[in-house]
């Protein structure tokens, strides 16, 4: 039993590191890595490493070739303009179901995420930048009070923090044009005006991400 524990483990925190790599774009989408690599840099053998690689295959992050390695899967351009659509019509949702609202809470969370944020950029750490990004539209996502939504728009953060730091790592835009963008996003939210949140949203999300969203 020992044995078996001592092997979950070692397969899930070799899951959870190469996973983890994989988001903050540590591990980039094209590059071929194989188990020894990974095995040697996290110090345990070839078994749980093996193991990890078969879950994330399964998850989509990763494509196994026999005998020459794992392929770290790109964010494909569709993939990408999908999950800005999804976030674009959840958070505009949300903060319209806002307007009527009384902000004041959501107004004083939104002025913290963004002190935080300049507090993360001081540092330069795109990583923590990139989930306080995250966390700074979830905020008024979750004020919004549809738990559905939530629940959805959640299922996309990891897909959101890959993109996120994709976007800071090939210098889409600096952090401190990110919190600007962010501050007008807060402003026009704490000012209930949804209308022109969508349209602000859609140039902040279209330049971060190098994406032409079309339709919205």
């Known amino acids: ?9 070692s397969a ?10 994989i988001l903050t774009g540590a591990l980039p989408g094209g590059e071929l890595i194989s188990e020894g690599e990974i095995a040697g840099a996290l110090g345990m053998s070839r078994t749980p490493v093996r193991e990890a690689f078969l879950r994330l295959e399964a998850e989509g992050w990763m494509k196994l070739y026999p005998k020459r390695g794992a392929l770290v899967v790109p964010v494909p351009v569709a993939e990408a303009e999908h999950v800005v659509h999804a976030r674009y019509v959840v958070e505009v949702a949300a903060v319209r179901a806002l307007a009527a609202a009384d902000r004041t809470a959501l107004t004083a969370e939104l002025h913290s995420s963004l002190h935080r944020q300049r507090e993360v ?7 923590a930048f990139a989930s ?16 559905l939504l939530t629940g959805f728009y959640d299922s996309l953060r990891e897909r959101q923090r890959r993109m996120n730091s994709l976007a800071l790592r090939r210098g889409n835009s600096e952090m401190g044009q990110i919190i600007d963008q962010h501050a007008d996003l807060a402003d026009l939210v704490t000012a209930g005006e949804p209308e022109r949140f969508a349209e602000a949203l859609v140039a902040h999300l279209s330049g ?6 079309r339709g919205l």
């Open 121 to 127: 950029a001081a540092t330069g750490d795109r990583e």
């Open 12 to 21: 899930e925190l070799a899951y959870r590191e190469v996973k983890e790599r």
């Open 132 to 147: 306080a990004d995250t966390d700074f539209h979830r905020a008024y996502v979750v004020a919004g009070g549809n738990p």
């Open 1 to 9: 039993m020992h044995l078996v524990s001592k092997t979950y483990s």
């Open 208 to 213: 971060v991400h190098r994406l032409e969203l």
